[in-house]
């Protein structure tokens, strides 16, 4: 047995990443000449080999592991989430739901067991979507959200799960609540540019768009001036359109009703400032984009407006 593959797969197991076919074949070789030698690395590295195990399908080896740890710790919520996620290997979704509503009857503070049913009840509504929307839909709403919620009432600082709870909202139509779920992510992380840009189009399709134009030119401030690369340059173009579209809306009809108070919305002149200001950048960016761009049909879509812009670039 090497040292150094003990090494590496603890900094695996630290870092959280997979590695399943490498965690398996060093696993193999560090649990076969290593016995009695590894200390309490034994039971970790055998949780590790059971999910990598059942990760690439292979049962066997992870119904071995798992009997091992459970033999150790009879009564290990860990060692039970694992056979849970043997069942959902399985297929046996009641099965695997039955152990995780059962941890969290005994400790409804056991972050796998809400992690796991989540995901469990996830799966099975994408499943379900094929066969039915509107049943998929009432699926989601009657069980994945009240789990989400339960969760997020005993750890509210997860964001990944107030974006999630959003993104489920938004599913259903439901966009105040999934405006409220985003205002909670941004509540725990104000620096998350991409939950302001989301939150900007959210409010644009539930109808409030000078609310979409605040965290929108927000989102785009976040941003900044200066970065570049495809991901911050698609972004960028992503929210200045959102921005185009917003100001389009509201220059139609001033009188749109909006959450944002009347004396902290834009005004008429700062809307046509605005619009001007988007078509020259939107402009500028699609030139940018090389041979392919046809500016003559994106100044077509983004309107009149963009005659003047138009001649900013050529």
Same mark, same amino acid.
């Given at each position: 047995?090497?040292?150094?593959?003990?090494?590496?797969?603890?900094?695996?197991?630290?870092?959280?990443?997979?590695?399943?076919?490498?965690?398996?074949? #060093?696993?193999?070789?560090?649990?076969?000449?290593?016995?009695?030698?590894?200390?309490?690395?034994?039971?970790?590295?055998? &949780?590790?080999?059971?999910? *990598?195990?059942?990760? #690439?399908?292979?049962?066997?080896?992870?119904?071995?592991?798992?009997?091992? #740890?459970?033999?150790?710790?009879?009564?290990?919520?860990?060692?039970?989430?694992?056979?849970?996620?043997?069942?959902?290997?399985?297929?046996?979704?009641?099965?695997?739901?039955?152990?995780?509503?059962?941890?969290?009857?005994?400790? &409804? /503070?056991?972050?796998? *067991?809400?992690?796991?049913?989540?995901?469990?009840?996830?799966?099975?509504?994408? /499943?379900?979507?094929?066969?039915? /929307?509107?049943?998929?839909? /009432?699926?989601?709403?009657?069980?994945?959200?009240?789990?989400?919620?339960?969760? #997020?009432?005993?750890?509210?600082?997860?964001?990944?799960?107030?974006?999630?709870?959003?993104?489920?909202?938004?599913?259903?139509?439901?966009?105040?609540?999934?405006?409220?779920? @985003?205002?909670?992510?941004?509540?725990?992380?104000?620096?998350?540019?991409?939950?302001?840009?989301?939150?900007?189009?959210? *409010?644009?399709?539930?109808?409030?768009?000078?609310?979409?134009?605040?965290?929108?030119?927000?989102? @785009?401030?976040?941003?900044?001036?200066?970065?570049?690369?495809? *991901?911050?340059?698609?972004?960028?173009?992503r929210t200045w359109w959102g921005i185009k579209l917003a100001v389009s809306r509201l220059l139609e009809s001033s009188s749109m009703e909006s959450t944002v108070p009347p004396e902290m919305r834009t005004t008429e002149k700062q809307l046509k400032l605005l619009d001007e200001l988007a078509t020259e950048r939107l402009l500028a960016i699609s030139a940018k984009g090389g041979k392919g761009v046809n500016l003559d049909v994106i100044r077509k879509v983004?309107?009149?407006?963009?005659?003047?812009?138009?001649?900013?670039?050529?």
């Amino acid at each position: 047995m090497s040292s150094a593959d003990l090494e590496t797969l603890a900094r695996w197991r630290t870092i959280g990443v997979p590695h399943s076919e490498e965690v398996i074949e #060093l696993g193999r070789r560090v649990l076969d000449k290593g016995k009695g030698v590894m200390g309490d690395q034994e039971w970790a590295l055998r &949780e590790q080999v059971a999910i *990598a195990a059942l990760d #690439l399908g292979q049962h066997e080896l992870s119904r071995e592991q798992i009997k091992i #740890l459970r033999s150790k710790f009879p009564n290990s919520p860990r060692v039970r989430i694992l056979d849970g996620l043997f069942f959902e290997s399985q297929g046996r979704v009641d099965q695997a739901r039955e152990i995780y509503e059962g941890l969290l009857k005994i400790d &409804e /503070t056991n972050v796998s *067991a809400h992690q796991r049913l989540i995901s469990l009840t996830l799966s099975t509504t994408s /499943t379900s979507t094929s066969t039915s /929307t509107s049943n998929s839909s /009432t699926h989601a709403e009657q069980t994945t959200i009240p789990l989400l919620l339960r969760y #997020l009432d005993i750890f509210y600082s997860d964001p990944s799960g107030w974006s999630l709870l959003s993104e489920l909202y938004c599913d259903l139509g439901m966009y105040v609540q999934s405006l409220d779920a @985003l205002g909670h992510l941004l509540a725990i992380q104000p620096w998350d540019e991409n939950a302001v840009r989301r939150a900007g189009e959210v *409010a644009y399709t539930h109808g409030d768009y000078q609310l979409s134009l605040k965290h929108l030119l927000r989102s @785009l401030e976040m941003q900044g001036n200066e970065s570049t690369g495809p *991901a911050v340059n698609g972004r960028r173009t992503r929210t200045w359109w959102g921005i185009k579209l917003a100001v389009s809306r509201l220059l139609e009809s001033s009188s749109m009703e909006s959450t944002v108070p009347p004396e902290m919305r834009t005004t008429e002149k700062q809307l046509k400032l605005l619009d001007e200001l988007a078509t020259e950048r939107l402009l500028a960016i699609s030139a940018k984009g090389g041979k392919g761009v046809n500016l003559d049909v994106i100044r077509k879509v983004l309107g009149s407006s963009t005659a003047a812009a138009g001649e900013i670039i050529r």
